[in-house]
């Protein structure tokens, strides 16, 4: 049987399923004896004494992100003609900035639809001194409230066809008898549309973020997810839970020369308190319980850790004893020896 090789998704899976195990090891002040090293127990052994490094941002392990619309409505484009030729300036996915020409339309339905917007305006004008006229009339009682009812049910519903009209006419511009052109009026992500009643849908660049999927037990901690060298801060994050992950929004990064859908190696980060960044040969276990070996003049002492990611070589830990220097080297013999003073 072909053995198959883990995917890189796959790995980063398993490598948050690992980081939610090691979270589960929170630190508890009494969870050991006191166990100390002499030493000159072990002046033999090379220690190699280094300063446990704070850390203001905790980094865990990779997850994959997506460049993808905020949750949401987007500003979809209908399509005002029936049945009219759709030649599309521009791809699907491709940037637009304002006044980018989107589509060439053509057919009778074009002529059709500005004869209609013709007309419109006619009687919208008609209707707004009707309006002035009639509103004279009531107050001085000199029609049915009825009457002036029914007149401003029929004012209201033409004013808003007016609007609608003029929405679209700010983005249709009529180029000849049975044609015109769609034009953008504000940059954004150009997404054409399979459905006929709509031209496309044009998502701008304060609707776009880079979403993950971070385990449950770290989601409420992320406050930036960093993708290579750019840093961007969460904007939300979602209060459902699908397979123990969360999904967590940026801020919009602005722009960018991405696609939508795009995707990233993303590292989820974290701002937490009495947190460092330790080598990964620092670290022990001792009765099922992380530890370091903080150095203190003469006396070497395993102080509990929880460990929060791994990178590279290095373990992020909260400890709820403030680190200085640690051991980096030999820690497996100044296990042993804990181990056997334990013991006695």
């Given at each position: 049987?072909?053995?198959?090789?883990?995917?890189?998704?796959?790995?980063?899976?398993?490598?948050?399923?690992?980081?939610?195990?090691?979270?589960?090891?929170?630190?508890?002040?009494?969870?050991?004896?006191?166990?100390?090293?002499?030493?000159?127990?072990?002046?033999?052994?090379?220690?190699?004494?280094?300063?446990?490094?704070?850390?203001?941002?905790?980094?865990?392990?990779?997850?994959?992100?997506?460049?993808?619309?905020?949750?949401?409505?987007?500003?979809?484009?209908?399509?005002?003609?029936?049945?009219?030729?759709?030649?599309?300036?521009?791809?699907?996915?491709?940037?637009?900035?304002?006044?980018?020409?989107?589509?060439?339309?053509?057919?009778?339905?074009?002529?059709?639809?500005?004869?209609?917007v013709d007309m419109l305006q006619e009687?919208?004008?008609?209707?707004?001194?009707?309006?002035?006229?009639?509103?004279?009339?009531?107050?001085?009682?000199?029609?049915?409230?009825?009457?002036?009812?029914?007149?401003?049910?029929?004012?209201?519903?033409?004013?808003?066809?007016?609007?609608?009209?003029?929405?679209?006419?700010?983005?249709?511009?009529?180029?000849?008898?049975?044609?015109?052109?769609?034009?953008?009026?504000?940059?954004?992500?150009?997404?054409?549309?399979?459905?006929?009643?709509?031209?496309?849908?044009?998502?701008?660049?304060?609707?776009?973020?880079?979403?993950?999927?971070?385990?449950?037990?770290?989601?409420?901690?992320?406050?930036?997810?960093?993708?290579?060298?750019?840093?961007?801060?969460?904007?939300?994050?979602?209060?459902?839970?699908?397979n123990g992950f969360v999904r967590i929004?940026?801020?919009?990064?602005?722009?960018?020369?991405?696609?939508?859908?795009?995707?990233?190696?993303?590292?989820?980060?974290?701002?937490?308190?009495?947190?460092?960044?330790?080598?990964?040969?620092?670290?022990?276990?001792?009765?099922?319980?992380?530890?370091?070996?903080?150095?203190?003049?003469?006396?070497?002492?395993?102080?509990?850790?929880?460990?929060?990611?791994?990178?590279?070589?290095?373990?992020?830990?909260?400890?709820?004893?403030?680190?200085?220097?640690?051991?980096?080297?030999?820690?497996?013999?100044?296990?042993?020896?804990?181990?056997?003073?334990?013991?006695?």
């Open positions: 049987m072909k053995r198959r090789t883990p995917s890189r998704l796959s790995i980063n899976r398993i490598a948050n399923i690992l980081g939610l195990a090691l979270l589960g090891t929170v630190t508890a002040p009494n969870a050991l004896a006191a166990q100390s090293v002499a030493v000159e127990q072990v002046s033999n052994y090379e220690l190699r004494p280094q300063t446990a490094e704070t850390a203001e941002v905790v980094t865990f392990s990779p997850v994959t992100g997506r460049y993808q619309t905020t949750p949401g409505s987007v500003l979809t484009l209908p399509n005002p003609f029936d049945n009219a030729a759709v030649d599309y300036a521009v791809v699907d996915g491709q940037a637009l900035e304002p006044g980018t020409l989107i589509a060439q339309l053509n057919g009778p339905s074009v002529e059709h639809f500005f004869h209609r009687q919208y004008a008609v209707a707004t001194r009707q309006y002035q006229s009639k509103k004279r009339l009531f107050e001085n009682n000199a029609i049915a409230a009825d009457e002036w009812q029914q007149f401003l049910t029929h004012y209201i519903s033409l004013s808003d066809t007016f609007h609608e009209i003029n929405v679209v006419l700010n983005r249709v511009q009529q180029t000849g008898e049975q044609s015109a052109k769609l034009i953008s009026t504000e940059a954004g992500i150009w997404r054409t549309s399979t459905n006929s009643q709509q031209l496309g849908s044009l998502h701008t660049q304060e609707r776009l973020a880079v979403v993950a999927e971070i385990p449950l037990a770290q989601a409420k901690s992320i406050t930036h997810l960093q993708i290579n060298s750019l840093q961007l801060p969460v904007k939300q994050r979602e209060q459902t839970v699908r929004w940026s801020e919009p990064p602005g722009q960018v020369a991405w696609t939508i859908d795009q995707r990233f190696t993303v590292e989820p980060q974290a701002k937490l308190e009495n947190t460092y960044r330790v080598p990964a040969s620092a670290i022990a276990t001792l009765q099922d319980q992380a530890v370091v070996f903080s150095i203190d003049n003469s006396t070497i002492k395993a102080v509990p850790v929880e460990l929060l990611s791994l990178q590279n070589a290095h373990y992020f830990v909260r400890s709820a004893t403030a680190l200085n220097l640690i051991a980096t080297h030999s820690v497996a013999a100044l296990k042993v020896i804990a181990d056997e003073q334990e013991a006695q």
